[in-house]
Structure formats: structure tokens, C-alpha cells
T-cell receptor, first 110, second 113 residues
Framework: RKEVEQDPGPFNVPEGATVAFNCTYS??????FFWYRQDCRKEPKLLMS???SGNEDGRFTAQLNRASQYISLLIRDSKLSDSATYLC???????????FGSGTQVVVTP | DVKVTQSSRYLVKRTGEKVFLECVQD?????MFWYRQDPGLGLRLIYF???????EKGDIPEGYSVSREKKERFSLILESASTNQTSMYLC????????????FGSGTRLTVV
């Protein structure tokens, strides 16, 4: 079983629609959680950290459910430029190494 | 912003060559990491370092070594390149708290022929 699991997609989303997807993690002691965005043939870039109380950054909302060990990302009012792969990232311990999911591909169509 | 620079964006090497991939960061971060990324396999940790002269094996260290002689520079070495090392190589840095995310370099796409 992978330590961080994501639905690979693709999620095909009409422009302006809302899309949401989850990521599950296996280590209940995981401490920090992030969503990264990766464009084709580019490096991953930090999209947002995920806090216990949930947090929002513009059109993006992240939630953490520690009891069920998943995090979620919701994108509202999708733009064409949101097309990318979204990587779920977890810090399993205090030593800084991050564990990456394989990514969820989102394709926003006109 | 932290800047993480990888020396080459694209590289083509022959089987058996010794290959050096360089990563330099300018923000005094203690933690540095080398990953490779392959379709369907995601990012896999090769080696990491939390301090100068310090190195630790990641999940797939075979066929690789690293060097960290200075805090800002972390080099990945392919001792004898093989075709199965064709991949995207990503360097990342992180501050010493270990609880923040990484900043990645722009990656080196290595092809071994």
C-alpha cells in the first residue's frame, strides 16, 4: 500500500465549475500537509499548506480530516490555467522528508 | 524567495559515463534532497542531507552517490550511468524546522543512451 494515495484522474472540468479531490495517507502520526501544483515538464510548486482547521486561498480550499486520514482540495470557478497535476504531500515525521502522492491531473476545458 | 538552481535543464549522456548533477541554493537552508520523477511512479527520494558533510540514503540510492562539501551545494553523482536512470531529477531545499514544504529547482531531464 502506498503511503500517500491519490486518484490519478484526469478530472475533466468545464471552465467555471468546481472540482474537488482527496488524498489519503497511511501514517497517523503525519504532521504537516501540503498541496503542490505541477505543470507539464516543470517542477512542483507549493500551492498551499493544509491546516487542521481547514484553510482557503482565493479559489482554493484545503481540508484535513485526521480521523479518516485524508486531505482534500477544492477549486472553485475553475480557470483554464488551473490545468495541472496536483500533488498531495505529507510530512510523516519531524525530520523533514516529505512523502508525495503520484498526483491528480486536472484538465479544465473551455 | 529561495532560489534553487540546477546546473542543466537537459542532459544527454552515454551508458557508463560518470554524471554530475549540481544543485545550488541561496537561502542558507540546511536540508537538501534529490528526487527522481518518472511517469506512474511519482517522486522517489534518492538521497538527502541535513548538514554539510552529512548524507543519508533515501528510498532508491542504488547507482547514485552524493556530495555536500558546502552548505549551499548538493551534488548527485551517477557513478556509471545506465539507461534505467533516464529520468527527471529534482533537487529540493527546506529550512531546518522540517515542517515547511520544499522549494524545488527547475529539474534536470537526463537521457542516458
Amino acid at each position: 500500500r502506498k503511503e500517500v494515495e491519490q486518484d490519478p484522474g484526469p478530472f475533466n472540468v468545464p471552465e467555471g465549475a468546481t472540482v474537488a479531490f482527496n488524498c489519503t495517507y497511511s501514517n497517523s502520526a503525519s504532521q504537516s500537509f501540503f498541496w503542490y501544483r505541477q505543470d507539464c515538464r516543470k517542477e512542483p510548486k507549493l500551492l498551499m499548506s493544509v491546516y487542521s482547521s481547514g484553510n482557503e486561498d482565493g479559489r482554493f480550499t484545503a481540508q484535513l480530516n485526521r480521523a479518516s486520514q485524508y486531505i482534500s482540495l477544492l477549486i472553485r470557478d475553475s480557470k483554464l490555467s488551473d490545468s495541472a497535476t496536483y500533488l498531495c504531500v505529507v510530512t510523516p515525521d519531524s525530520w523533514g522528508k516529505l512523502q508525495f502522492g503520484s498526483g491528480t491531473q486536472v484538465v479544465v476545458t473551455p | 524567495d529561495v532560489k534553487v538552481t540546477q546546473s542543466s535543464r537537459y542532459l544527454v549522456k552515454r551508458t557508463g559515463e560518470k554524471v554530475f548533477l549540481e544543485c545550488v541554493q541561496d537561502m542558507d537552508h540546511e536540508n537538501m534532497f534529490w528526487y527522481r520523477q518518472d511517469p506512474g511512479l511519482g517522486l522517489r527520494l534518492i538521497y538527502f542531507s541535513y548538514d554539510v558533510k552529512m548524507k543519508e540514503k533515501g528510498d532508491i540510492p542504488e547507482g547514485y552517490s552524493v556530495s555536500r562539501e558546502k552548505k549551499e551545494r548538493f551534488s548527485l553523482i551517477l557513478e556509471s550511468a545506465s539507461t534505467n536512470q533516464t529520468s527527471m531529477y529534482l533537487c529540493a531545499t527546506q529550512d531546518s524546522t522540517g515542517v515547511r514544504g520544499y522549494t524545488f529547482g527547475s529539474g534536470t531531464r537526463l537521457t542516458v543512451v
